[in-house]
């Protein structure tokens, strides 16, 4: 089983910044990639930024030059650091982890954190 618990969501003004954490645990040995999703209200969920465990990062391009996404092998725990928040920023945010397991490689999800950012 396989755990993805992130945190750092909340409440800031427009400008402002706020840091996700997600840290993954249970049972696999290779973290292929991870990366973060939101999902506003009536709004298909979508990326954010995602990162390789070797490092390659990808983002919308919404949030090019204000977001980034960096990653710790060793504790298995992606970050996103977002500045510069916008209103609509406001979103639930999704962790998303592509892991290796003796099962295979699967995909799993975090429960989601809130992001709002008032204006």
């Known amino acids: 089983q396989v755990q993805l618990v992130e945190s750092g969501g909340g409440l800031v003004q427009a400008g402002g910044s706020l840091r996700l954490s997600c840290a993954a645990s249970g049972s696999f040995f290779l973290i292929n990639a991870m990366g973060w999703y939101r999902q506003a209200p009536g709004k298909q969920r979508e990326l954010v930024a995602a990162?390789?465990?070797?490092?390659?990062?990808n983002y919308a391009d919404s949030v090019k030059g204000r977001f980034t996404i960096s990653i710790d092998n060793a504790n298995f725990t992606v970050y996103l650091q977002m500045n510069s928040l916008k209103s609509e920023d406001t979103a639930v945010y999704y962790c998303?982890?592509?892991?290796?397991?003796?099962?295979?490689?699967?995909?799993?999800w975090g429960q989601g954190t809130q992001v709002t950012v008032s204006s």
């Open positions: 990162i390789t465990s070797g490092g390659s990062t």
């Open positions: 998303n982890a592509d892991l290796s397991s003796r099962k295979g490689e699967y995909d799993y």
